[in-house]
């Protein structure tokens, strides 16, 4: 089925990739009745084969159950496998620790969403003309990442749709969707554990693949150690709900996290 011409139905274009924010905002959408293009940049992360693997795992299990994704993949590898930034050099290392310390800067990827977003906004502005129809872009991105990366701010955000509003036409058929940006991940959690209830999903599955980590193993287990698995631990934490992914301790033992609301 073309996810063009087709009037009937809330149209989204979303950049997913294959993380728990953005595989979130997914399950959202389709909840909320839309229509979804997914979007993915293998942008050259170190994470990105398992990132893939795991978003082509999720969107053929919501094709199973009827629900109306369409999926592509982009390969921005070539110009922002370039970049500077632990993610996509491969001589610099991605360090442990939380994201307010001073050194998960070198996590940044430059202009990353800048990209992803003016790439999306084409897609979604050529559908809206095409079809006559209103189209949201969406991004996953939440105020846990606001203190590190700058583009994941309110104010990038604004300014961006701004510039894209200034120069193209007919903008105002395109909107910006962030339903997490004033949000943490653990509201995240709890947000996709509400959404699988209503589609009939099961949020384990959903949740499994789906990859946080920066520095998973060969076989795909997350470290447990990096920013990023130590933002998704303590998301797990608030919503009192147990995270499926595996995780590698230190010692090479193998567990899972179990969310303690306490």
Same mark, same amino acid.
């Given at each position: ?69 369409? /999926?592509? #993949?982009? &390969?921005?590898? @070539? =110009? ?10 491969? !001589? +610099?290392?991605?360090?442990?620790g939380n994201y307010a310390d001073e050194n998960m800067k ?73 339903? /997490?940006? #004033?949000? &943490?991940?653990? @509201? =995240? ?10 589609? !009939? +999903? ?61």
């Amino acid at each position: 089925m073309n996810p063009e011409n087709d009037t009937n139905r809330k149209y989204a274009v979303l950049s997913c990739s294959g993380g728990m924010d953005s595989t979130s905002l997914l399950i959202r959408l389709l909840a909320e009745g839309y229509k979804v293009q997914i979007i993915n940049f293998d942008y050259g992360s170190h994470q990105n084969m398992v990132e893939e693997q795991r978003l082509d795992n999720v969107v053929q299990y919501l094709r199973e159950h009827d629900l109306p994704v369409f /999926y592509e #993949n982009f &390969d921005l590898s @070539d =110009i922002m496998g370039r970049f500077y930034s632990s993610l996509t050099d491969s !001589g +610099l290392e991605t360090p442990n620790g939380n994201y307010a310390d001073e050194n998960m800067k070198i996590t940044v990827v430059p202009n990353r969403n800048a990209i992803f977003a003016s790439l999306i906004y084409g897609i979604a502005l050529s559908v809206a003309k095409r079809n006559n129809v209103d189209v949201k872009i969406a991004m996953g991105v939440h105020n846990g990442d606001h203190t590190i990366y700058p583009d994941c701010t309110p104010e990038f955000f604004d300014q961006l749709y701004k510039a894209f509003a200034a120069g193209n036409w007919d903008a105002e058929k395109v909107q910006l969707y962030l339903p /997490y940006l #004033n949000g &943490d991940k653990g @509201d =995240i959690v709890i947000d996709c554990h509400k959404n699988c209830e209503q589609l !009939g +999903l099961d949020f384990d599955y959903i949740m499994s693949n789906t990859l946080t980590c920066y520095k998973p193993t060969a076989d795909g287990k997350s470290c447990g150690q990096c920013g990023s698995c130590t933002e998704r631990i303590e998301a797990f934490t608030k919503a009192g709900v147990k995270d499926p992914v595996k995780y590698v301790e230190p010692e090479g033992e193998v567990h899972g996290t179990e969310g303690n609301p306490d």
